[in-house]
């Protein structure tokens, strides 16, 4: 691809020395201090300055023009996002031999779209819908009336149980399970009786799940993934709940029965959100908080239970100081102890 390309299909703003090709050709990309002729890279952090005077790089994506480099710069107000759009078209994985494997299994009653992949070890139920252009590796299971999305790719082992939906372009990594039951439970007398889970999940199209995630049909009507949202391997989505399009979550989060999480919300790892709540669009939850209320004021917050992270670092400084506090009521007492005995 040539940088006048580039150019032109970004709409970015060119800055170029003279003498500087506009027409060379850019064969991949790479990481600032590693990129030679040929490729480009982004510079967004002053971290990174010390790489800019030596660099080798056909082109630098910036924000603003950086002095010390002396290439081609294409401008951008997202170096990086603008970075990763040209990854993609750079890094094309070989997704196995078109068709259908003989050692896979298509129930008679299901229908298969043109040009899928479908690998070995492959089980697909009756009823189920697989869209164009779908990969299935190894082991993945379709269960009795799911649907898959056209563009969708998913890794080893995934299941996607009874009726669930997956939308279009899902990129679904090794092991994830949608659809298995809910945790529903009514107890009585000392007996527990399982809740039966009739509804499905719903999944909206350009998501993306890591490895291990788990996501629960509902006790009735949807669980709902949105569009455009990521998920960081080993997440956990229970029964009901509806997570809102956009929505980035790290690793171990876990989302309890029937919550609402809004658009754009951003969940660091290992972070729990209890059941039956609302959280509005736009939130930003540290790693490790467990928000234990509705969170509706647009905000960051942190800690146990969940606080405006300023609060929660207000207190990290006061548990810092407890042992000052500590040591200097214990002087207090001694003092006071002296005068009334005086």
């Known amino acids: 691809m040539r940088v006048s390309e580039i150019i032109k299909r970004y709409n970015l703003t060119v800055h170029a020395p003279a003498g500087k090709d506009l027409e060379a050709e850019i064969h991949s990309v790479a990481a600032i201090d590693k990129v030679l002729a040929g490729q480009i890279s982004f510079y967004s952090s002053q971290e990174f300055a010390p790489f800019l005077k030596a660099s080798k790089a056909t082109a630098l994506l910036v924000r603003e023009v950086a002095p010390e480099f002396g290439g081609i710069q294409l401008i951008h107000k997202d170096p990086q996002f603008i970075f990763a759009k040209l990854a993609l078209e750079f890094y094309k994985p070989d997704r196995g031999p078109l068709g259908i494997h003989e050692l896979a299994y298509v129930d008679p009653g299901a229908r298969i779209g043109k040009d899928v992949r479908i690998h070995p070890?492959?089980?697909i139920e009756d009823r189920a819908v697989i869209g164009d252009r779908v990969v299935l590796y190894p082991g993945v299971y379709i269960g009795k009336g799911a649907k898959i999305g056209v563009d969708s790719v998913l890794h080893p082992k995934v299941v996607v149980y009874n009726d669930c939906i997956v939308g279009e372009r899902a990129l679904i990594h090794a092991g994830t399970v949608i659809g298995a039951d809910g945790f529903g439970f009514a107890v009585s007398g000392g007996e527990v009786c399982k809740i039966p889970q009739v509804g499905i999940v719903r999944i909206?199209?350009?998501?993306?799940?890591?490895?291990?995630?788990?996501?629960?049909?509902?006790?009735?009507?949807?669980?709902?993934?949105?569009?455009?949202?990521?998920?960081?391997?080993?997440?956990?989505?229970?029964?009901?709940?509806?997570?809102?399009?956009?929505?980035?979550?790290?690793?171990?989060?876990?989302?309890?029965?029937?919550?609402?999480?809004?658009?754009?919300?951003?969940?660091?790892?290992?972070?729990?959100?209890?059941?039956?709540?609302?959280?509005g669009d736009g939130m930003r939850i540290a790693s490790k908080t467990a928000v234990l209320t509705n969170?509706?004021?647009?905000?960051?917050?942190?800690?146990?239970?969940?606080?405006?992270?300023?609060?929660?670092?207000?207190?990290?400084?006061y548990l810092k100081r407890l042992k000052d506090y500590d040591q200097a009521i214990k002087s207090l007492e001694k003092r006071l102890k002296k005068l009334e005995s005086q």
């Open 295 to 317: 969170l509706t004021e647009r905000g960051t917050y942190a800690g146990s239970p969940a606080i405006p992270l300023m609060e929660w670092k207000r207190q990290i400084v």
């Open 121 to 123: 070890g492959v089980h």
């Open 204 to 279: 909206g199209n350009d998501v993306e799940m890591g490895a291990l995630c788990t996501i629960d049909r509902a006790a009735n009507d949807e669980t709902v993934i949105g569009d455009f949202c990521k998920f960081d391997d080993r997440v956990h989505v229970a029964h009901n709940c509806s997570i809102g399009a956009n929505s980035m979550f790290s690793a171990q989060v876990g989302i309890a029965g029937s919550t609402t999480v809004g658009k754009w919300t951003v969940i660091g790892g290992q972070s729990g959100i209890a059941d039956h709540l609302k959280i």
